[in-house]
Nanobody, 119 residues
Framework: VQLQASGGGLVQAGGSLRLSCTAS????????MGWFRQAPGNQRELVAT???????NYADSVKGRFTISRDNAKNTLYLQMNSLKPEDTAKYLC??????????????WGEGTLVTVSS
């Protein structure tokens, strides 16, 4: 299973970006998917997760600004980021809890996409 993220870039504070992450490979079921981020020198932190039934969790720091969604038919995860702040600057990584061949279940990680917010 591979996860390919895209959509990162350089944006001014107050701007918006939309990240995408597509899972491919031997996938029977894509369970919870999520976005995490890691800034230089910091630990990886949760941004938002969404189950295949639509149950959503957000970090307090992004509530009201970021929206997570998914297209189950395409095994694709999205993150709409509005009102971006310089402190949102980080590498954004997507993760997916995947069941393969209806037997094996594990969490996969993509390589991430870089988001830089200038002040």
């Amino acid at each position: 299973v591979q996860l390919q993220a895209s959509g990162g870039g350089l944006v001014q504070a107050g701007g918006s970006l939309r990240l995408s992450c597509t899972a491919s490979g031997r996938i029977s079921v894509t369970n919870r998917m999520g976005w995490f981020r890691q800034a230089p020198g910091n630990q990886r932190e949760l941004v938002a997760t969404i189950s295949n039934g639509g149950s959503i969790n957000y970090a307090d720091s992004v509530k009201g600004r970021f929206t997570i969604s998914r297209d189950n038919a395409k095994n694709t995860l999205y993150l709409q980021m509005n009102s971006l702040k310089p402190e949102d600057t980080a590498k954004y990584l997507c993760s997916a809890d995947v069941t393969s061949s209806f037997v094996t279940r594990r969490v996969y990680w993509g390589e991430g996409t870089l988001v830089t917010v200038s002040s």
